[in-house]
């Protein structure tokens, strides 16, 4: 039987930063603040990242490249290493992402690209928490309550168990 079958998300959209709570608001700073120390000499596109966890601790990662191209690390993914790396008990709850060029922070807010969605999955996976998504434009903020809806078919630990006779 030849089933079709839909997949759809829902997020939440903010024209400014003075609309989001205390707590989102403080995230997306941090994610801003991020990004000024991103390394990116290269394209010039700093990324910032921020994420809470559920102590409330706020921990900081930049994207940093380099020149042996693909060998720099988005700045989702080096924010997660710091947290696995510095505090692997105490949960993401939240992760803010915000980008910027030479002209300052972009209009439209970033979305993590293809592996760093992966990185976000593997995390929920992980702790069993999901992770709220906050990405940050100068003219639009995004809120979106989980990675699964902007990676809903996602491979993770099922897809590498092998089924024994």
């Keep these: 039987m ?22 989102d608001l403080e995230l997306v700073s941090a994610a801003r603040e991020a990004a000024l120390n991103a390394y990116a000499p290269y394209s010039k596109f700093k990324v910032g990242a921020a994420v809470r ?20 690390i988005c700045a989702e993914r080096s924010v997660l290493s710091n947290s696995i790396s510095n505090h692997s008990i105490d949960k993401p ?23 760093c969605r992966q990185v976000i999955a593997e995390e929920e996976s992980r702790t069993g928490n999901k992770i709220r998504i906050i990405l940050s434009g100068k003219n639009k903020i995004l809120i979106i309550d989980s ?4 990676l809903p078919l996602q491979f993770n630990r099922k897809n590498l168990e092998i089924n024994l006779p």
């Design 147 to 150: 990675i699964g809806s902007l």
């Design 93 to 115: 709850v939240a992760l803010a992402i915000a980008s910027m060029t030479a002209d300052g922070l972009t209009d439209y807010p970033p979305s993590p690209c293809g592996s």
């Design 53 to 72: 966890l559920e102590s409330g601790l706020i921990v900081q990662g930049a994207n940093v490249e380099n020149a042996a191209f693909p060998s720099g």
């Design 2 to 23: 030849i089933r079709t079958k839909n997949i759809s998300f829902s997020y939440t959209e903010y024209e400014k930063t003075d609309e989001l709570d205390s707590n």
